[in-house]
């Protein structure tokens, strides 16, 4: 199996908490501080000889079915991602995983992968979900996954209150810890500029030397251009006569290492959206809440206390939100606009058979003419509008807390 995901987003105690949970031995592997392992996987090729060598330097017997083997930082060493083609085929009574902060950066640098022959997961920063269960609130969240709009809508003001405060302190697993044992406010922007401080050096490290100043160029402008009127990325707001063929490179570094999402726009609501994707509009988002409010040096003062929030930032924050509950499902995501009628829908989504355009807002104030005049032309379409309104089933339109998004997603498959 490999795990992906950004830096930060708690893969490694994962593995190894599964490890603990389900194995009676666990060999542990980290291939940025472990120059034996690297060399064994230059060395040697066959699967008997890789698992020897890893029994000897980790000191623990690999057993099957016993023994779960977790190569860690894999990136740091490329070869080892093709060494796993011979562990998949000539010992799959072996129980091994590997995981990496930039293991998308390393597949699209054209390393040989046993595509087919291994399982592919995802981690991802929580969602407001689990950072409900991470705080206790399990009934709360129970109410959510059950779409029991009663007693959501009944006890809306405490969703709200918890949601301003994952604003705050975002998904990443060290900055939600910190957060639910009480350590503070200060501590949880200390570390979620800690891990900024992470991707700043991972750039300098992994990326090309020609693109680092390209991908800070890039990732620097971000929290500007979200909160602009019309969010769509534009070259020219990083330097004055910047090209698309300048910075490409740069933004596809970015995604492959997760700690960005691209949205395309789409030039038609149809299905399947994939087939009206213009690549060349889209929106960059940052892939955690919380860390974009500790880019921008959002104090605490004005995202914990009134609707500061919800109200300031043109709504950056939120579609942030959105975005980061919309990237933990498999949902296709599409923005769509017009420009010579000014419509401008936040997010298409495609869910089972049908498309949904998708409106964003922050507040209880719903009143847009986008997303109405859009159903009005295109009748056969259902909007779905995310607020802090109660959720409500109108003909043309359904409207969803804002915190109940991503579980709604879930119970529509």
Known sequence: MVLFGARQVGKTWLLKEFGNRQYKNVAFVSFDRNDAAAQLMTTEKSAEKLLRGLSAITGVDIIPGDTLVILDEIQDCPIALTRLKSLAEDARDYHVVACGSLLGIALHEGISYPVGQVDEMYLYPMTFGEFLLANGKDKMQAFLA??????????????????????????????????????????????????LNDYDRDFSKHAPARVVPRIRM????????????????????????????????????????GIVYKVNRVNAVQMPLKFYED????????????????????????MMIGDNIFKEYKGAFTEVYVKSQLATTSVPVYYHSVEKSRIELDFIIQLCDNVYPVEVKAEENVKAKSMKVFIDNNPHLKGIRLSMKNYEDQSWIENIPLFAFREYLSGRG
């Open 146 to 195: 059950e779409s029991d709009w009663t007693m959501i809508n009944a006890i809306s003001s405490e969703y709200v209150d918890l949601l301003r405060q994952y604003y705050y302190v975002g998904g990443m697993p060290a900055a939600v810890k910190a957060y639910v044992e009480g350590k503070g406010l200060n501590a949880v922007r200390t570390l979620q500029k800690q891990i």
């Open 218 to 257: 890039v990732w620097q402008s971000i929290v500007s251009q979200l909160t602009k009127e019309n969010k769509k990325f534009i070259f020219g707001a990083m330097k004055k006569g910047a090209r698309a063929s300048e910075f490409e490179e740069a933004i596809q570094w970015l995604t492959d290492a």
């Open 279 to 302: 690549r060349d509009a889209f929106k960059l988002f940052i892939l955690d809440v919380g860390l974009m409010g500790a880019m921008a040096d959002v104090p605490a003062s004005q």
